[in-house]
Every structure is written in structure tokens, then in C-alpha cells.
């Protein structure tokens, strides 16, 4: 199985603050996707990257995926209270379906 | 209606009740999936349904029975289901595209909390 592992687990830091998240694994991923879920919601996709070292920024947010595609992180510079909320990586693997693989999840608190 | 949606948004059973957990995507998309996500695990994907055909079935018990009986409706129908079944169920949709994907973008619902007694 596609293990994908994000550290840290949980994070509550101060508004304004600046925070990094990462996703690792040993498998190689075609492309890699973050999303955000908020409590009583579903995942909403923020970003999706596809190639080798790649670098997306959204707002203040910026993603980067790894040269060998097995890695991906997450940075957050002066974190919102808007923020908050549970942060997951997830690998596509080429199966002949869309079959994404999650990562175990990041839970975010940005404190006002 | 915009989005994924499914209903019921929380459901409460007992072991020997059999429900149906329903998901409606207004997307035009020719794929749905259900997840299962419980506290301390990722997100486990355990159908696919892509054309309206079964193309993945990640080793489910058959307590759980999937139908899709078009493009845009997903059931879930549950029977004697156990306390550890208990878990955000997620349906999502998306575009699968001739020849292959990467990277396409799934579209989540808002999730039914079941909870088993």
C-alpha cells in the first residue's frame, strides 16, 4: 500500500505566525493533491501538483512537490484564523482509476 | 443544488437496522467514489464507480453494499453493520478523462456521521 505520512500531526499557532506541513512517502506519485476539510465538511482541493520539484503558490500558501515526487510540503506564511482546519496530502497513483491514496492529516489551529 | 451532496447528513443504527446512505452529484462527472474516514486513520477509499461500472472494491465487507444506478446517484446500503463501522462516510465525483489521468480533481460531498450502537 501507498503509505503517506504527514507530520506534524497537530499544530496550533499564533495569528500571523508562519507554519510548514509535509507529506512523505517511499511510493512515487504521478501527481500529489492537498486539500482542506473544515469540521462537519468534506476535503476541498486546494492544489494539485504534477511535476518533479514543482512550486504552486495560492495566496499565501505555497507547494512544493518533491524532485523524485515521493514528497510534498505545505507552507503557510502569516497564518489566519481562516486557516484552521484539517490539512491532507493525497498521492494518484496510475491504476486505470482515480485512486488516491491519503495521507494520515494535519490539524491545524490558528489562534486570534 | 450545486456540488456533491448526500444525505442523510448524520445517522444513528443499531446493529440489525439496514439503511442506505444516498449521494447526488451535479457535476456531469462519469466517476463517484465513497470513503470512509474514522479518527486516527487516513482516508480509505472503498468504492469506485466509473460509467456507472464497479471498477474498485478495496477488500469491503459485504455489510456495506454499493449501487450506482446512474451517473449522478451513489447508495450505500448498510446491513447489521458493527460499532467499529462507526465513521464519516464521504462521497465524491469527478471527470475521468479517455486514456488516463493525473492528478484528476475529486469533488467531495459534506459526509454522513454514522454512528452504530
Known amino acids: 500500500t501507498q503509505l503517506l505520512e504527514q507530520s506534524p500531526q497537530f499544530l496550533s499557532i499564533q495569528e500571523g505566525e508562519n507554519l510548514t506541513v509535509y507529506c512523505n512517502s517511499s511510493s512515487v506519485f504521478s501527481s500529489l493533491q492537498w486539500y482542506r476539510q473544515e469540521p462537519g465538511e468534506g476535503p476541498v482541493l486546494l492544489v494539485t501538483v504534477v511535476t518533479g520539484g514543482e512550486v504552486k503558490k495560492l495566496k499565501r500558501l505555497t507547494f512544493q512537490f518533491g524532485d523524485a515526487r515521493k514528497d510534498s510540503s505545505l507552507h503557510i506564511t502569516a497564518a489566519q484564523p481562516g486557516d484552521t482546519g484539517l490539512y491532507l496530502c493525497?498521492?494518484?497513483?496510475?491504476?486505470?482509476?482515480?485512486?488516491?491514496?491519503f495521507g494520515t492529516g494535519t490539524r491545524l489551529t490558528v489562534i486570534p | 443544488e450545486t456540488g456533491v451532496t448526500q444525505t442523510p447528513r448524520h445517522l444513528v443504527m443499531g446493529m440489525t437496522n439496514k439503511k442506505s446512505l444516498k449521494c447526488e452529484q451535479h457535476?456531469?462527472?462519469?466517476?463517484m467514489y465513497w470513503y470512509k474516514q474514522s479518527a486516527k486513520k487516513p482516508l480509505e477509499l472503498m468504492f469506485v464507480?466509473?460509467?456507472?461500472?464497479?471498477?474498485e472494491n478495496n477488500s469491503v465487507p459485504s455489510r456495506f453494499s454499493p449501487e450506482c444506478p446512474n451517473s449522478s446517484h451513489l447508495f450505500l446500503h448498510l446491513h447489521t453493520l458493527q460499532p467499529e463501522d462507526s465513521a464519516l462516510y464521504l462521497c465524491?465525483?469527478?471527470?475521468?478523462?479517455?486514456?488516463?489521468?493525473?492528478?484528476?480533481?475529486?469533488?467531495f460531498g459534506p459526509g454522513t456521521r454514522l454512528t452504530v450502537l
Open positions: 465524491a465525483s469527478s471527470q475521468e478523462l479517455a486514456g488516463g489521468h493525473s492528478g484528476d480533481t475529486q469533488y
Open positions: 493525497a498521492g494518484d497513483v496510475l491504476t486505470g482509476a482515480n485512486n488516491l491514496f
Open positions: 464507480y466509473s460509467l456507472e461500472e464497479r471498477v
Open positions: 457535476l456531469g462527472h462519469n466517476a
